[in-house]
C-alpha cells in the first residue's frame, strides 16, 4: 500500500491540502525546475491528491519541498484540480499555518519559496499570517471583451502572481445566492477571452476572472468572486487576487502605498490588503486567517482503479 500524509487546513473557507511525505523525489533543482517533472513525470501525485474520491475541484495542493535558499524554511510548489499554480495566496496562509503545527515555525517571520520568487510571510501573535506577495502590476486598464449572452465587458488584466480579469461592469450582484449564475458569467468571460486572443504579458492565458460588487459588512471595501482555472470559485478573498486589485486600484489612482484595502469573499472571508513600493515595484501584504483541519495519510491500494482519482469530471 503506498501512502501520501497530508495535512489539510482552510484560509478564510477556501481549503488546501499540504503534502508532507509520500511525493517523489524530485532531485536537487531549482523549484520551477521540480515543478516541470512533477507535471510531466509524475503528475499521479497531484491527482490522487485533489481529484475525487480523496479531493474535490475546490481544493488546492502544496507540495512541501526543500526551499532553493538556505535562508528559506521551505519550498512549496501548488496544483489543483486542472494543473499547477504559479502561486497561492490563500495557500501560502495555510502552508504557514502548517509550517506551524508541525512545529518547524513559530511567531515572526519568515521566507518560502514559490516557484515564481521568494514570499515573506509573517505568522502574528493572534494566529494570523501576512504574506508579502511577488511583485504585482496592472497590465492593461479598460479592456473589452465581447462576452456572448452577456455584451460587452469592461475589466483590467493584471498580476497578483497569477493572471487576472477584473470585471469592472458586472451585471450580476456578487451575493451568495447568485454563485450559480456568476460562475456561468466568469466562464463566459473566460472562454471569450481565450477566443478573442486577450492575453497577459506575454500572451500568458487570463485563467482567473474577478467580479467585484459593495461590501456586505460594514467598514469593509468590497465583496470578490472569484473563478479559478478548474471552474470553481475562490471560498476566499482570493490572495493573488487580492494582489492583483490592489495594483489595479494603484493604477487608476484610487490606493495610495500603505492605505488599508479589506476585501471580502462571496461567502464573507476576509483580506486585509495593502501595498508599499520597493525598486519601482508594487509589493503587496496580504493578512488573513488560516486553521488545521485534518492530518490524515492517503491510502493509494494499487487494487483500486481510481486509485489516482477520477478522471474526466472537471470541465
Known amino acids: 500500500m503506498q501512502t501520501v500524509t497530508v495535512i489539510d487546513s482552510h484560509t478564510e473557507g477556501e481549503p488546501t491540502r499540504v503534502v508532507t511525505s509520500g511525493g517523489p523525489s524530485l532531485g536537487q533543482r531549482p523549484l520551477a525546475e521540480k515543478k516541470r517533472l512533477l507535471s510531466e513525470q509524475h503528475d499521479w501525485l497531484r491527482s490522487a491528491v485533489i481529484l475525487e474520491p480523496r479531493g474535490n475541484d475546490v481544493l488546492v495542493g502544496a507540495l512541501l519541498c526543500p526551499p532553493d535558499h538556505p535562508e528559506s524554511v ?9 494543473g499547477y499554480l504559479h502561486m497561492c495566496g490563500h495557500g501560502m496562509i495555510g502552508v504557514v499555518k502548517t509550517l506551524e503545527f508541525l512545529g518547524k515555525i513559530g511567531p515572526g517571520v519568515h521566507q518560502i519559496d514559490s516557484t515564481v520568487g521568494r514570499i515573506s510571510a509573517e505568522l502574528h501573535q493572534d494566529g494570523s499570517v501576512s504574506i508579502q506577495n511577488v511583485a504585482s502590476y496592472c497590465w492593461q486598464k479598460d479592456v473589452n471583451v465581447d462576452v456572448p449572452g452577456f455584451g460587452v465587458i469592461l475589466g483590467d488584466i493584471s498580476w497578483g502572481g497569477n ?12 451575493i451568495p445566492q447568485n454563485i450559480p449564475q456568476l460562475t456561468l458569467f466568469t466562464t463566459a468571460i473566460r472562454k471569450a477571452l481565450l477566443a478573442q486572443q486577450i492575453t497577459g504579458d506575454n500572451g500568458m492565458e487570463i485563467d482567473h476572472i474577478e467580479v467585484f460588487g459593495p461590501a456586505l459588512f460594514p467598514g469593509n471595501d468590497s465583496r470578490n468572486f472569484v473563478l479559478c482555472p478548474g471552474m470553481a470559485y475562490d471560498r476566499s478573498p482570493c490572495g493573488t487576487g487580492t494582489s492583483a486589485k490592489l495594483a489595479t486600484l494603484a493604477k487608476h489612482g484610487k490606493l495610495k502605498p500603505g492605505q488599508e484595502w479589506m476585501q471580502e469573499s462571496i461567502i464573507g472571508g476576509l483580506f486585509r490588503g495593502s501595498y508599499h513600493i520597493q525598486d519601482d515595484l508594487l509589493i503587496p501584504r496580504i493578512t488573513g486567517r488560516a486553521f488545521i483541519t485534518a492530518q490524515a495519510s492517503l491510502i493509494l491500494d494499487p487494487d483500486d482503479p481510481f486509485k489516482y482519482g477520477i478522471p474526466g469530471i472537471t470541465p
Open 74 to 82: 521551505a519550498g512549496i510548489i501548488f496544483f489543483n484540480n486542472v
Open 163 to 174: 493572471w487576472f480579469f477584473l470585471v469592472q461592469n458586472s451585471p450580476l450582484e456578487v
